[in-house]
């Protein structure tokens, strides 16, 4: 992983790239993609996204995700995509937007660059806590979340660049 490449969190990082790099073979440079919430690109990303906020959010050590729905995924870059969507956090069961730039190695075989941004301002452990995980308004935050991307006050943001 970027932010601490040792052990179980490098096979972790090696599984995202695997996954990323499937679903970007072939396809031009501004292509949008499906990625179903069941993919192992979401499976993996369950486990990445929070350990990547935990490396610099301390309250993060204890939080994990129990879903991943995506919204709008694109490529961005010859071996690079930007995902954006909806989570569930599974300490309390409720949904938040999360955005994440991905960048492999030239190898392919590991993330060279990550930029999560995820939460905004709500109830909960965290303080972003949005509606409850099969709720309408669950269902309205992801259907929404494009559209208004560029101006979520994200509450986690954290970049390999500045590590």
């Given at each position: 992983m970027?932010?601490?490449r040792q052990g179980a969190s490098q096979d972790l990082e090696a599984r995202l790239a695997l996954a990323?790099?499937?679903l970007l073979a072939q396809m031009p440079v501004g292509s949008e993609f499906a990625v179903e919430p069941s993919a192992d690109l979401c499976r993996t990303l369950e486990r990445y996204i929070p350990k990547v906020i935990a490396c610099r959010h301390a309250e993060w050590a204890g939080e994990s995700l129990?879903?991943?729905f995506v919204a709008r995924a694109r490529k961005t870059g010859p071996a690079a995509a930007e995902l954006a969507g909806t989570c569930?956090?599974?300490t309390d069961q409720t949904?938040?937007?999360?955005?994440i730039e991905m960048a492999l190695s030239p190898s392919g075989d590991a993330i060279e660059t990550c930029r999560v941004c995820l939460g905004?301002?709500?109830g909960g452990r965290l303080g972003i806590s949005g509606p409850a995980c099969n709720s309408n308004?669950?269902?309205k935050l992801l259907w929404n979340l494009v559209d208004r991307l560029d101006r979520i006050e994200w509450s986690y943001r954290v970049d390999s660049?500045?590590?």
């Open positions: 970027v932010p601490n990323l790099k499937a129990d879903g991943i569930i956090l599974i949904v938040t937007p999360f955005r905004e301002r709500g308004k669950a269902q660049s500045e590590r």
